[in-house]
């Protein structure tokens, strides 16, 4: 498959060709595109503070030479600044494709699309310094792009008609990669939507999360993980834990999730409520703290050893007790250190199995959201 980045300025450029190339792709970025060799080729039009007219005759001019590619993407600013309606109705043009899909929905930076609308967090473009940039006074994308070719504003992909510019809500991870798979030739938005592009592409199998911390901070991490990439967390059953009973139907349903494709969460403190009654029924069955913790950690390392007969992209693991379950339940013989997600946040493969470790309370709110991403990016 081969791809084209149209971009309208260098840094532009470059943020979205990184995506490609954390994906594996070869990337590179050319002033004559029509020669590239790699399999992402990236053209930088400088055309950020062009007139709308030679906006769109430096695009059309380059799409002339791109028009065999598979896909070909329109990379915007993600506030929609510059000419990103002359720009894309250039591609049209010189494609001679009638339909195209935008969001300029950035999840890490907080850019999303409601009901039309650019937001950035809780405030409207028109209410923020991106504003003073605009040629028109308005946060709804349709007028922004004032083109020749019908804009529609969605809700999500099922509304997607087959003619026309379609703007579709979206605010996660989760729904760029939705919008992404429709796989529609001409695609523009930021870097956000040139990384679900790349996901639905390589299409990775999913990533098991395994939590034995109490830390308030990796249960926020969690919660995170499930509203941006939608995760599904399945609890551990603490009380068949403590019993040493096995747990068929916590198994059972994450292998299910697994098996359709979604990341899971293997979790023994969901909530602070779970962690107060695991406590009060190992004090119930005269259990000490020291035997509470042996008995939690072996029956998530016991589940993970089973978990693994699925395909996954690597396993995470929080939790210093946890990880040394984990990694004696497996047999592990050699940890290799391979890169860092964040601060004190390693890449590991245990034997030959990709993994990510944490502590409990160490990392960013989108601490496991990267571990996970960074795993699938590479899993090959």
Request: charged content about 25%; aromatic content about 4%.
């Amino acid at each position: 498959m081969r791809i084209a980045v149209i971009a309208d300025d260098l840094t532009g450029a470059l943020d979205t060709g990184v995506q490609f190339r954390q994906w594996g792709y070869t990337v590179q970025l050319t002033d004559t595109p029509e020669n590239g060799t790699a399999e992402v080729t990236i053209t930088n039009t400088d055309t950020r503070n062009k007139t709308p007219g030679q906006a769109y005759q430096t695009t059309y001019a380059v799409a002339i030479k791109l028009r065999d590619r598979d896909i070909i993407y329109k990379k915007t600013d993600s506030t929609l600044r510059g000419n990103p309606g002359p720009e894309l109705q250039a591609l049209l043009d010189a494609t001679g494709e009638t339909q195209a899909i935008l969001t300029p929905t950035y999840p890490p930076t907080k850019r999303r699309v409601k009901d039309g609308h650019l937001y950035i967090a809780e405030k409207p473009i028109t209410e923020t310094e991106y504003i003073h940039e605009y040629r028109r006074k308005t946060s709804y994308i349709p007028e922004i792009l004032d083109t020749e070719t019908p804009v529609h504003s969605v809700k999500n992909v099922a509304s997607v008609p087959k003619t026309g510019i379609t703007v579709i809500d979206s605010k996660t991870e989760q729904d760029l990669q939705r919008i992404a798979a429709k796989h529609t030739r001409v695609m523009a938005g930021s870097a956000g939507l040139a990384d679900a592009l790349c996901q639905t592409l390589r299409s990775p199998p999913p990533v098991l999360t395994v939590i034995g911390s109490t830390r308030t901070e990796t249960r926020r991490q969690a919660e995170l993980l499930c509203e941006r990439l939608g995760a599904v967390s399945i609890p551990l059953n603490n009380i068949k834990a403590l019993n040493h009973t096995p747990q068929k139907e916590t198994m059972q349903k994450a292998k299910n999730a697994l098996n359709k494709g979604h990341d899971v969460i293997l979790t023994s403190t969901p909530t602070p409520e779970v962690i107060d009654q695991t406590r009060a029924e190992a004090k119930r069955l005269n259990i000490t703290p020291q035997e509470l913790e042996a008995r939690i950690t072996t029956a998530l390392a016991e589940a993970t050893e089973s978990l693994l007969t699925q395909s996954l992209s690597g396993i995470i693991i929080t939790g210093g007790a946890t990880a040394l379950a984990v990694t004696e339940k497996l047999g592990t013989r050699n940890i290799e250190i391979l890169d860092e997600v964040q601060p004190g946040v390693p890449v590991l493969k245990l034997d030959h199995l990709p993994a990510v470790t944490k502590a409990g309370g160490f990392g960013q709110p989108d601490t496991l959201i990267q571990a996970t991403q960074y795993l699938k990016r590479r899993h090959r």
